[in-house]
C-alpha cells in the first residue's frame, strides 16, 4: 500500500509534539523497531542524542525524527543504502530520504556562520533562526548532474572507486555543478573531465533526491560527439561502451541512474 508523506511547514521541535510515529537512527544507522516493522512504527524513547523534530505527516499521522545514543533491545540497524536500495518502496524512499537529510543537517548545523550563536527552531519557516542577529539558515541541497551518454544503440557507463555495491554494478557519470555553472554546462564539463568525451544535445529526464548525505540529482540524457575514451583514474575504476542489447548488471530501477539508464533503453528501441 503506497505511503503518503507532507513536510511540517516550519522546523520545529518534535519533543512533546503530540507526534504519533517516530523515526529513529543511531549514528549513521536507521532503526527498526522489528525487523519486518516501518522505519515509523517506533514507540516514542525517552532522552534521545541531539535535536528530534516534526518531520511531517505519514499517512496523514504526524512523524517526528531523532537520534539515539544506543540501539534498543530488540530492534535493528539497517545502514540507509541497504534499506533505501534494498526493502524500501518509492513512497518509503521519499520518508527516509527526508527523514535523514534534515536529520544530518540538524547534527552539523548548530551556529550561526555570521555572528557565532546558537542557533534555535524557527515556528515559521523550515530553517534555523539566530536570535543574535536574525540570519535563518535552511537545509544544504547540493545539486548534481548525472548522465547516460549515448552513441546511437551503444551507452558509456562506469565503475566509481566509491562504488558501495558487492557486485560489479556499472552506473552513469555524474558530478557536482560548480558554482555559477548551469547544469547543463555541469554535463558536458563533467563527461569531458571524467572520461575524454565531448557530448551535446543534452536532454533533462528526471531528478532525485539522494541522501548521501544532502545530493539533488539531475539526471540527463547527452549524445556522444567526439573523443576516445580516457578515463580519470582518480574517479573512476573502469568505463566502457555497452550494447543497450546487452548491458551489464546496472543500478536498480530505485535509483535514478537505473531509471536513466531504462529509460534510454525504452526510447532507443
Same mark, same amino acid.
Request: proline letters at 5%; hydrophobic letters at 40%.
Given at each position: 500500500?503506497?505511503? @503518503?508523506?507532507s513536510?511540517?511547514?516550519? &522546523?520545529?521541535?518534535?519533543?512533546e ?9 543511531h ?23 541531539g535535536?528530534?523534530f ?5 499517512d496523514g ?6 537520534s539515539?545514543? *544506543?540501539t534498543p533491545?530488540?530492534?535493528?540497524e ?15 524512499f521519499?520518508?527516509?530520504n527526508?527523514?535523514?537529510q534534515? &536529520?544530518y543537517? &540538524? ?34 541541497? @547540493?545539486?548534481c ?6 552513441r546511437?544503440?551503444e ?7 566509491? @562504488?558501495?555495491?558487492?557486485?560489479? $554494478?556499472? @552506473?552513469?557519470?555524474?558530478g557536482?555543478i560548480?558554482?555559477? *555553472? ?6 558536458v564539463?563533467?563527461v569531458?573531465e ?11 529526464? $528526471? ?25 580519470d $583514474? $582518480?574517479?573512476?575504476k *573502469?568505463a566502457a ?12 530501477m ?7 539508464i531504462?529509460?534510454?533503453v525504452?526510447?532507443?528501441?
Amino acid at each position: 500500500m503506497a505511503v @503518503s508523506f507532507s513536510y511540517h511547514p516550519a &522546523l520545529v521541535s518534535g519533543l512533546e509534539s503530540g507526534a504519533r510515529r517516530h523515526i529513529y537512527f543511531h549514528e549513521d544507522k536507521l532503526l527498526l523497531p522489528a525487523p519486518d516493522a516501518q522505519p515509523w512504527d517506533a514507540e516514542e524513547v525517552d532522552n534521545p542524542e541531539g535535536p528530534v523534530f516534526l518531520l511531517g505527516e505519514v499517512d496523514g499521522v504526524s512523524c517526528s525524527v531523532g537520534s539515539l545514543k *544506543e540501539t534498543p533491545a530488540g530492534w535493528t540497524e539497517v545502514g540507509l543504502r541497504d534499506y533505501l536500495l534494498g526493502c524500501a518502496d518509492i513512497e518509503d524512499f521519499r520518508v527516509i530520504n527526508a527523514a535523514s537529510q534534515l &536529520l544530518y543537517w &540538524l547534527r552539523t548545523q548548530n551556529f550561526c556562520s555570521r555572528c557565532g550563536e546558537r542557533l534555535s527552531f524557527n515556528e515559521k519557516d523550515r530553517g534555523l533562526r539566530c536570535h543574535g542577529c536574525g540570519y535563518i539558515s535552511y537545509p544544504k541541497v @547540493s545539486p548534481c548532474v548525472i548522465v547516460v551518454v549515448h552513441r546511437g544503440d551503444e551507452i558509456l557507463l562506469a565503475r566509481s572507486h566509491r @562504488s558501495f555495491s558487492k557486485l560489479p $554494478t556499472f @552506473s552513469c557519470l555524474a558530478g557536482f555543478i560548480e558554482a555559477g *555553472e548551469s547544469a547543463e554546462e555541469a554535463v558536458v564539463r563533467e563527461v569531458m573531465e571524467e572520461s575524454g568525451v565531448l557530448v551535446s544535445d543534452i536532454e533533462y529526464v $528526471t531528478s532525485q533526491a539522494w541522501p548521501f548525505p544532502h545530493q539533488l540529482m539531475l539526471g540527463y540524457h547527452a549524445r556522444y560527439v567526439s573523443g576516445d575514451l580516457n578515463i580519470d $583514474t $582518480t574517479e573512476l575504476k *573502469e568505463a566502457a561502451w555497452f550494447k543497450v542489447d546487452q548491458l551489464p548488471a546496472v543500478s536498480p530501477m530505485k535509483t535514478i541512474a537505473g531509471r536513466l539508464i531504462d529509460a534510454y533503453v525504452a526510447k532507443f528501441r
